[in-house]
């Protein structure tokens, strides 16, 4: 399975800004925590494809049944449907959905169908005044990932790193959105039922950024790549060899942000084994090598990453881990108030 051509997704208070014709700032000047608000049965969805389009039509109908199950309803963006090549549409095509879902007062919250590939080609384009003036909730996770970055750095907004829309969502998940977008708990995501490994015990408070690894550092060095200072920072990957990850890690390391942050947390690595495994580091060496000199709250395991039960993760949020017990803990309000 590779990324790069396909990916089956899988299911687990305004604040004033300086203006610009485009951007907002950037990483070094970091904006103010900007709050989405709580949404409810009833509420409309806009649901759009701001990376690769989907490979067959099953997924319309599987995200049409996640969104009926919990009361709400879809508007789909005008351009889904559309191929450019490997991507859902020319980039003013995806750009156009994109922010016509933030800008339509009817809808509540923004939910990606799939990830796959293309979201660092609009980064650049994105109207970032228009996102923090209409703040909603923003959920996807793969190549979502540099949308999370993108508009957290520019913005302030808190964003949403999980399912999307044509994954399947179990129980679990479903009651993850629930808890979280209509009624706003705040949550605490234990090791229960998850194999986590602690690289070092400990725990630790900070700004909570990440996503998939290759999308990360594929922006790094960018406006667009966040300043890790008093992070806490997650990853997952899928299909990549050992060798990849680890020059990814380089990447993370010769930029400074591995220095920056105070926690570590680490997904699932899923297709990530060498195919060469006699002349190959493992995932996990690889992880132990870079995070473990660091000597911070670290470990591995999370249910984050390409699986069918995945958590749902306030980018930018601020959350307490504890690298012993394998938690993560949101500690401080994410959604609008009053």
């Given at each position: 399975?590779d990324?790069r051509?396909f990916?089956?997704v899988?299911g687990?208070?305004?604040v004033?800004l300086?203006?610009?014709?485009?951007?907002?700032?950037?990483?070094?000047?970091?904006?103010?925590?900007?709050?989405?608000?709580?949404?409810?049965?009833?509420?409309?969805?806009g649901?759009?494809t701001?990376s690769?389009p989907l490979?067959?039509?099953?997924g319309y109908?599987?995200a049409?049944?996640?969104?009926?199950?919990?009361?709400?309803r879809?508007?789909?963006g005008?351009?889904?449907?559309?191929?450019y090549?490997?991507l859902?549409?020319t980039?003013?095509?995806?750009?156009?959905?994109?922010?016509?879902?933030?800008a339509?007062?009817?809808?509540?919250?923004?939910v990606?169908?799939?990830?796959?590939?293309?979201?660092a080609?609009l980064?650049?384009k994105?109207?970032?005044?228009?996102?923090a003036q209409?703040?909603k909730?923003?959920?996807?996770?793969s190549?979502i990932?540099?949308?999370h970055q993108?508009?957290?750095?520019?913005?302030?907004?808190?964003?949403?790193h999980?399912?999307?829309a044509?994954?399947?969502w179990t129980?679990?998940?479903?009651n993850?959105?629930r808890q979280?977008?209509?009624?706003?708990?705040?949550?605490?995501?234990?090791?229960?039922?998850?194999?986590?490994?602690?690289?070092?015990?400990?725990?630790a408070?900070?700004k909570?950024?990440g996503?998939n690894?290759t999308?990360l550092?594929?922006?790094?060095?960018s406006?667009?790549?966040?300043d890790f200072?008093?992070s806490?920072?997650?990853l997952?990957e899928?299909?990549?060899e050992?060798?990849?990850?680890?020059r990814?890690?380089s990447?993370?390391a010769?930029?400074?942000?591995?220095k920056?942050?105070?926690?570590?947390?680490?997904?699932?690595c899923?297709?990530?084994?060498?195919?060469?495994?006699a002349?190959?580091?493992?995932?996990?060496?690889?992880?132990?090598?870079?995070?473990?000199?660091?000597?911070?709250?670290a470990?591995?395991?999370?249910?984050?990453?390409?699986?069918?039960e995945q958590?749902i993760?306030p980018?930018?949020?601020?959350?307490?881990?504890?690298a012993t017990q394998?938690s993560i803990?949101?500690?401080e309000?994410?959604?609008?108030t009053?």
């Amino acid at each position: 399975m590779d990324k790069r051509t396909f990916i089956r997704v899988m299911g687990l208070g305004m604040v004033a800004l300086p203006l610009s014709a485009t951007k907002l700032g950037n990483a070094a000047r970091p904006h103010p925590n900007v709050f989405p608000s709580l949404i409810g049965e009833g509420d409309t969805v806009g649901v759009i494809t701001p990376s690769s389009p989907l490979v067959d039509d099953e997924g319309y109908a599987i995200a049409d049944k996640n969104f009926s199950t919990l009361g709400l309803r879809v508007k789909w963006g005008a351009n889904v449907g559309k191929r450019y090549g490997y991507l859902a549409g020319t980039d003013a095509e995806r750009l156009a959905d994109l922010e016509s879902m933030f800008a339509d007062p009817d809808v509540k919250a923004i939910v990606c169908l799939r990830g796959g590939s293309g979201a660092a080609r609009l980064l650049d384009k994105l109207d970032y005044q228009l996102i923090a003036q209409n703040p909603k909730i923003f959920l996807g996770y793969s190549d979502i990932t540099a949308f999370h970055q993108a508009i957290h750095t520019q913005t302030g907004l808190i964003t949403f790193h999980g399912a999307v829309a044509n994954s399947h969502w179990t129980p679990m998940v479903i009651n993850q959105f629930r808890q979280l977008f209509f009624e706003g708990t705040l949550p605490t995501y234990t090791a229960v039922g998850m194999p986590v490994k602690t690289i070092t015990g400990g725990t630790a408070e900070g700004k909570l950024l990440g996503g998939n690894l290759t999308v990360l550092t594929g922006i790094a060095g960018s406006d667009y790549f966040p300043d890790f200072e008093n992070s806490i920072l997650f990853l997952e990957e899928i299909g990549e060899e050992p060798y990849r990850i680890d020059r990814m890690f380089s990447q993370l390391a010769l930029s400074g942000a591995l220095k920056k942050i105070k926690g570590f947390v680490f997904g699932k690595c899923s297709d990530c084994d060498s195919k060469n495994p006699a002349n190959s580091l493992t995932v996990e060496q690889i992880l132990y090598d870079y995070i473990s000199p660091l000597g911070i709250p670290a470990f591995q395991g999370a249910l984050i990453g390409h699986i069918d039960e995945q958590l749902i993760l306030p980018v930018g949020a601020k959350v307490r881990i504890d690298a012993t017990q394998g938690s993560i803990g949101v500690v401080e309000p994410i959604f609008k108030t009053g």
